[in-house]
């Protein structure tokens, strides 16, 4: 049975720069990246983290702050706890009723 891969920035880690990857990404800490690449896996920002990054990714899940635009190929989901600024690009949005969001939705139907 193949265990799936997933990579963890936890809350003690800061990291400035870019990230590239090709597994699920859990974000519990702060980035500040120009950019975060995973288009075949899903970035998950947690509830206390802090990100500024545009994040191209095939789901995207915002629990915490996120400031730039997202762009995903499948989904991006902002629960109550999330905050963002910035845009979104997807075929499936979804806000909370009481999710903090500032920007443009983009429906697209296809990927991005």
Known sequence: MAVAQKTIIGPSIN?????SCDEDLVIEGVVRARQITNPNHTVVI???????AEINARTILICGKQTGNCNASEEVHLPESGVMVGDITAPKITLAKKAN???????TSSSV
């Not at 947690?46 to 500024?52: Q, T, W």
């Open 15 to 19: 990291i400035n720069g870019e990230i």
């Open 46 to 52: 947690g509830k206390d983290s802090v990100v500024e």
């Open 101 to 107: 969001f500032r920007g443009k939705v983009t429906y």
